[in-house]
């Protein structure tokens, strides 16, 4: 199987260390991941404000960067989701016909990390040790877009040495949701600060997601809220062994 990942913008510019930690994964579960140096923005950005013309021509990167591949991994459900249901709005935006079969071939088999882990590789357990007190916060468009469901839980529940606690309002957005955040930020900041108040309801030392776009803004509140609970990506929590947990 022909493997590629995809890190996403934010992993690329603000947290390589995810990306790093996919492929330390993968590579232990026996999977040899390649990374296309093409790739760029998957466009999500310019769609979510309605500027699609301008997304054409990421979507063309897109599709020529990852041809060929038998899956493409990304430890974002945000741009999972932009690539599996966005890709195909744009293509036929565009009038390309070219473009759209590409598309409606690489798009189904782009994978959110936890999907990837589960459905194709078939494991929940990976062989991963992180001895913390641990909630999870399901991002919105990897519970909704993409409906990854309880895959990332499963995982979570098979590592070794978690203490894995329930999240009150785990459903309800962070209010990041992108320039969302920008655009309409007392209502954001108001939706973080209810997101925090249940995360350290928890009483957990570490919360965690699938997408390190929430993670920030989770974080930014946490932060000077002067709370001491961190957070950490899903794929670094994966990647954890004894011996070499994550910070």
């Known amino acids: 199987m022909r493997v590629a990942l995809m ?14 930690a996919v492929v330390r994964l993968l ?13 760029t923005c998957c466009g999500q950005p310019m769609v979510n ?5 301008e997304a054409v021509p990421l979507v063309r990167t897109f599709v020529d960067a990852f041809a060929g591949y038998d899956a493409v991994v990304t430890p974002s459900g945000s741009c999972a989701g932009s690539a ?3 890709h195909s709005i744009v293509a036929r935006r565009s009038g390309d016909t070219s473009l759209e079969e590409a598309v409606a071939e690489i798009a189904p088999k782009v994978y959110e990390l936890s999907e990837f882990l589960v459905d194709v590789l078939g494991v929940t357990d990976v062989g991963a040790y992180f001895p913390h007190r641990v909630t999870y916060h399901p991002t919105c468009h990897s519970l ?5 469901g309880d895959r ?13 606690v329930d999240l009150p309002g785990a459903d309800q957005c962070c209010g990041f949701g992108g320039t969302f955040a920008v655009k309409n930020a007392d ?14 309801e928890t009483g957990a030392e ?7 776009s929430c993670l920030t803004h989770i974080g930014g509140v946490l932060s000077r809220q002067r709370s001491g609970v961190r957070t950490v990506h899903l794929a670094e929590i994966l990647a954890s062994t004894e011996g070499a947990v994550a910070r």
């Open 152 to 164: 990332p839980r499963r995982l979570l529940e098979a590592v070794r040495g978690i203490r894995l």
């Open 7 to 20: 890190v996403t913008c934010i992993n690329d510019a603000l947290y390589p260390g995810t990306g790093q």
């Open 187 to 200: 209502t954001s900041v108001a939706m973080g600060a209810d997101k925090a108040r249940h995360i350290r």
């Open 144 to 148: 909704r877009m993409l409906g990854v």
């Open 84 to 86: 599996r249901h966005q």
């Open 206 to 212: 570490v919360v965690v997601a699938g997408d390190n």
């Open 49 to 53: 404000t309605g500027y699609l013309d």
């Open 27 to 39: 590579r232990r579960l026996g999977v040899d991941v390649d990374f296309p140096q093409a790739q």
